[in-house]
Each structure stands twice: as C-alpha cells, then as structure tokens.
C-alpha cells in the first residue's frame, strides 16, 4: 500500500534494541536519550521497562545513568499496571467481550505486562459501542467491529468462536486468536496512521515470536477476508527484513500475491479509513 511511512533509523534502532537484536551503533543510537525522545512515537510507547530488560541481557550496556532512566520509567509503568489492572478487573465482567490490542498482548504476548504501555483499554463487544472514562481516569473503549467503516466489519460473532483464553488481572478473559491479532495489528496502525511509531512493530514481532505454530494460511485468508492485505502485506514484510520475525517465505509470498490483486474498491477503502483516523487526530470532525 503506498503512503506507508516506516520507523525512521533512529526508531529502528530503538525498536531493534527494545526486541533484543539490537547492534552496538543501536544501542549508541538509544542512549542519547535527548534526541531519542524527540523521534515521532517514541516517547508516547513508553518503552523504558522494555528496554531496561533488553539492556540487562546486552553485550552493549547503556552507561549507569542511562540505565537510571530505564528504572524510574519501570517503576512509573508498574504503578500504572497496578491501576490500570482494577480498570481491568472491573471492565471484564458482564457483557461478553473480547480484549484487544495493546491489554490483550501485554497478557498474552509479552513476558510481563509491566514490558506493555498501554493508554486505554479497547474491547471488542456485540453493542453500545464508545469511550468511557474509568473512576481512575482511563478511557476504556467499546468497538463493535476491528475496523473502522467503510472498512470490512469483523463484528464479535466472527471472531468470538476461535478467540483464545487470557487471564488479564486475575480475570479470566478471551483475545483475539494470534493469526486474527496479526492481521488486526497492522491493519490498525495503517489506517490511524502511526505506522512511523515502533510500537506496532514490536507488538508484531513480540507477538509472532511468542506463537511459534502460528498458522499462516489463516493470517493469509483473514487478509484476504477482511480485505486488508494490502495493509498487512508490507509491514509484514518490513518487518521480516528489518527486524528478522519469523515468517515462512512460501506464507509471505503468498501474503503479498493476496495484496497485489486487491482490487481497486478495498485499496480506497483503506485510504478513506486513514483520512478519518488522519482527522479524528487532528481534532476535525466530518458531516
């Protein structure tokens, strides 16, 4: 699909750092923190406890005071975890829901939640879609389809029979099934528009790493489904070149074969998709 702005190389060497592959000149890159922190998404991904722990396994130690940085941004992110855990706790009972994103992988991908900053709590549920405000201040919001219109809507009863268990907070809870995660994680940043960012790339990556039996002919056929391989296929492919994730090349030649013989009618779907993501950030509301 093209428009995709990819990480620039500084938050390349961020993102490679944060998974753990990163180089010496990546590391040097990360720790001048002063010009780091002001690439595009960096400091909004909160990626200080994941780079704390990628740093304590490095051959390419940051300096001490570096590493301080890294603790406190922790320490801050664990407090956030222990609040946003009663959001959590709260959210999950009732109505039947599925967790999205940023939670559900923070709880089924990643090592440890505290690793996943997250600034809202997005659910996939059957009716009374928008945003609440939790007693504690966190949005927690209700989407009635994985995508935004005029985009494919992938509503609960498409998903909800092969959504797989997650404990979030102690509760027992239901996330998208992985092949079902990969595809909604890019077709999501292509269409709000945050592909420079490097949370996406690591959420894909971490999340890939973490299903070594993931069942790419399904991530191919909910592509194609959905209508959105050509948002899939080139982060897929981005991220199979500058962050080595693990994906079969028979799979991800297939996955691109997909993406080049969407029609014209799915390709304007999803630039239209972004222009409303594009306004919505810039604070302009459509008629």
Do not use: K
Request: some cysteine; aromatic content about 6%.
């Amino acid at each position: 699909m093209p428009g995709i702005a990819f990480p620039s190389a500084r938050v390349l060497a961020v993102t490679r750092a944060c998974l753990g592959i990163g180089s010496r000149e990546d590391w040097d890159a990360v720790q001048n923190l002063r010009v780091t922190l002001r690439e595009p998404g960096v400091r909004s991904a909160g990626l200080f406890s994941m780079l704390l722990t990628a740093a304590q396994y490095s051959r390419w130690r940051p300096p001490e005071a570096v590493m301080s940085v890294f603790r406190a941004g922790r320490a801050h992110e664990e407090l956030r975890v222990e609040a946003i855990e009663r959001v959590c706790a709260d959210a999950l009972t009732g109505d039947p829901v599925i967790v999205l994103r940023g939670t559900a992988l923070a709880y089924g991908a990643y090592d440890e939640p505290v690793l996943r900053h997250r600034h809202d709590l997005d659910l996939l549920v059957a009716g009374r879609p928008g945003t609440m405000i939790h007693d504690c201040g966190f949005p927690i919001v209700r989407h009635v389809s994985l995508f935004r219109a005029p985009l494919y809507a992938a509503r609960l009863d498409d998903v909800v029979d092969d959504a797989v268990p997650v404990v979030i907070a102690g509760v027992p809870a239901m996330s998208l099934h992985p092949a079902d995660a990969v595809v909604h994680i890019c077709a999501h940043v292509v269409t709000h528009g945050r592909t420079a960012s490097p949370a996406w790339a690591i959420d894909l990556v971490t999340l890939v790493r973490s299903q070594p039996g993931l069942e790419w002919q399904r991530v191919i056929g909910r592509a194609r489904e959905w209508n959105v391989a050509p948002a899939v296929a080139p982060l897929v492919a981005w991220a199979v070149q500058e962050l080595g994730m693990p994906v079969p090349a028979p799979a991800q030649a297939e996955l691109d074969l997909v993406a080049r013989r969407a029609g014209p009618v799915h390709r304007l779907r999803l630039r239209s998709a972004r222009a409303v993501g594009s306004t919505r950030r810039l604070g302009v509301s459509r008629a």
